[in-house]
């Protein structure tokens, strides 16, 4: 007799692999890609660790699909706000603004899918995104360029610095380091100052007029 899985069974597996998904994604969140192990997660979500393995293959596979996740939600954020109302200058800054905004609310999420060291499976996800972001980048820099706006150079390049840039420039301030110096009480750069060294030089880059102080 020929076993065929069932659509309840379908259902379920898919049920709890976004449950397993989610408790990666808060396990990362709060410890980065060090922490997430393939015992403690099925602790987290309640099952067997072989269970994982009906999912996932190993552990470089599951990282993988846990940056994706997070990675797709920054993604449609940006996008909503660059594909928004308003000038190209505008919606420029406003993304950028909200990038280093989501960014440091979310420090330990954010340091482990720019800068943590990860599983090569991750790197390529990393990648793949990192031209996503600069595509968004290139329609909005496109818009600039056609009302007079934006004078900047070779749009594939500019854009890609743009990400380079945004990503490199909030390396530091989102590390453990500065973390555990803003607990102590240390200086440490703020999101105000951050933010604004980050829209001035995108701005600067694509040849746009630079904020108001």
């Known amino acids: 007799m020929v076993y065929r899985t069932t659509v309840a069974r379908l259902d379920r597996d ?9 408790c990666a994604l808060q396990r990362v969140a709060e410890g980065g890609f060090a922490a997430l192990t393939m015992q403690a997660l099925a602790e987290d979500a309640g099952i067997a660790t072989g269970s994982l393995y009906r999912h996932f293959q190993g552990k470089g596979e599951l990282a993988a699909e846990v940056f994706s996740l997070a990675s797709e939600h920054e993604l449609q954020a940006l996008g909503a706000v660059l594909r ?7 919606r420029l800054r406003a993304g950028l603004q909200q990038f280093a905004s989501r960014a440091w609310h979310s420090r330990q999420l954010a340091f482990a899918l720019i800068a943590e060291p990860v599983d090569p499976a991750v790197d390529d996800r990393r990648l793949c995104y990192r031209e996503a972001y600069a595509a968004l980048f290139v329609g909005l820099i496109e818009e600039g360029v056609q009302q007079g706006l934006f004078r900047p150079g070779p749009l594939p390049v ?19 380091a500065a973390r555990a110096a803003r607990d102590k009480g240390l200086p440490a750069p703020d999101l105000n100052t951050v933010s604004h060294c980050i829209v001035t030089f995108c ?10 102080p």
């Open 14 to 22: 898919l049920q709890l692999r976004a449950h397993i998904l989610t």
């Open 203 to 212: 701005l600067r880059a694509v040849g746009a007029e630079e904020p108001t």
């Open 84 to 90: 928004g109302s308003g000038s190209p200058v505008v």
């Open 158 to 176: 500019i854009a890609a610095c743009l990400v380079g840039a945004i990503s490199e420039s909030l390396v530091g301030p989102l590390s453990p």
